[in-house]
């Protein structure tokens, strides 16, 4: 339909914020003034380097959504616990789990220092209604890796209805 225009689709496998992240990658590109191949070059890379994790503060809307049990929402509620969510190549996986908000906190911190996050990283932090929460997880990364946030806002309305509110969920892209 554009046969003048050079259009050129990528999957990212990922949504909101961390798709923000690799369309950011993509106009800083554009504005340094590199070419299309090397634009796309960077897209690439930076779909395969962006990570997400996070957490929900509870387990009752993953279970209204059907995107775990009934028994294991309910333990889960009975012990204080939530999951450590991330996204790999459009799947959302558990890579743990940990008693209450603040103890996912401290092991995404933890998580972050092993990824090797630094001054350079691009990051990202969404949240379900909990600016206050968000805002301290903020001052804790930058304090932590020298690192500067580039967007802080609410998580969409897809990923919102299968969390809930209280969810809070970090992006990033390693330089």
Request: proline share 4%; glycine share 12%.
């Amino acid at each position: 339909m554009l046969p003048m225009m050079d259009i050129r689709i990528f999957d990212s496998f990922t949504t909101g914020a961390s798709l923000g992240l690799v369309v950011l990658m993509a106009a800083w590109a554009v504005n340094e003034g590199l070419t299309m191949d090397e634009v796309c070059d960077i897209v690439k890379i930076a779909v395969e380097q962006v990570r997400v994790i996070g957490f929900p503060s509870t387990l009752k809307y993953l279970v209204k959504g059907g995107r775990i049990g009934r028994a294991r929402g309910l333990v889960g509620r009975l012990l204080g616990r939530v999951p450590i969510l991330t996204i790999a190549e459009g799947e959302t996986s558990s890579l743990t789990t940990v008693p209450g908000a603040e103890g996912a906190m401290d092991w995404m911190i933890e998580h972050l220092k092993e990824e090797g996050l630094d001054s350079t990283s691009i990051i990202a932090l969404t949240h379900g209604n909990m600016p206050n929460v968000a805002e301290v997880f903020r001052r804790r990364v930058e304090g932590t890796f020298g690192c500067r946030v580039q967007y802080i806002g609410l998580v969409g309305p897809v990923v919102g209805s299968h969390l809930g509110p209280g969810s809070l969920f970090f992006t990033y892209i390693k330089k």
